[in-house]
T-cell receptor, first 113, second 116 residues
């Protein structure tokens, strides 16, 4: 069983829809929870990160962490065609003095105009 | 500000050939790493370095070598290429990667390698 599970999609939604992307994890030691966005043929870029359970908002994006259920989500409101990308969840835990990051496999999102 | 620069962007090798993927960053980041990205497998850590002269193995190190002689550069060497090493390789760096703080990873644009 992988430490981080993420539905690969693809997910196709109409413009303006609310998108929900999710990951589950098994390692209780994870401390930081991140979402990276990766456009086609580009490297991933950090979208948001959170440290504890709860919600964090940044514009149209909301990251949610539920440590008791080992479940994290990313919500995108009023989705735009420019949001079409692969979204990678990532989590990190202290290991040997540094943060070890584990990535999900990514969910490919397509927002249709 | 160039960020993380990877070369080459594309490469085709024959089985048994060796090559080096180059990675350079101009952000004075202590931490540098190499990942490979394969369909259905996500990003997997190959090797990482927490400073000049210090390297360590990640999740999938076999068949790869690294060295870190300067803060800026972190090349990845394929010793004897195999078809299983066909992948997209990403170099990533971070300023602060201590276990009590979070360090954002900055990725290069990737190097697409095909081994025939």
């Amino acid at each position: 069983q992988k430490e981080v599970e993420q539905d690969p999609g693809p997910l196709s939604v109409p413009e303006g829809a609310i998108v929900s992307l999710n990951c589950t994890y098994s390692n209780s030691a994870f401390q930081y929870f991140m979402w990276y966005r990766q456009y086609s043929r580009k490297g991933p870029e950090l979208l948001m990160y959170t440290y504890s359970s709860g919600n964090k908002e940044d514009g149209r994006f909301t990251a949610q962490v539920d440590k008791s259920s080992k479940y994290i989500s990313l919500f995108i409101r009023d989705s735009q065609p420019s949001d079409s990308a692969t979204y990678l969840c990532a989590m990190s835990a202290a290991s040997g003095g540094y943060q070890k990051v584990t990535f999900g496999t990514g969910t490919k999102l397509q927002v249709i105009p | 500000n160039a960020g993380v620069t990877q070369t080459p962007k594309f490469q085709v090798l024959k089985t048994g050939q060796s090559m080096t993927l180059q990675c350079a960053q101009d952000m004075n980041h202590e931490y540098m790493s190499w990942y490979r990205q394969d369909p259905g497998m996500g990003l997997r850590l190959i090797h990482y370095s927490v400073g000049a002269g210090i390297t360590d193995q990640g999740e999938v190190p076999n068949g790869y070598n690294v060295s870190r002689s300067t803060t800026e550069d972190f090349p990845l060497r394929l010793l004897s290429a195999a078809p299983s090493q066909t992948s997209v390789y990403f170099c990533a760096s971070s300023l602060n990667y201590l276990d009590r703080a979070y360090g954002e990873l900055f990725f290069g644009e990737g190097s697409r390698l095909t081994v025939l």
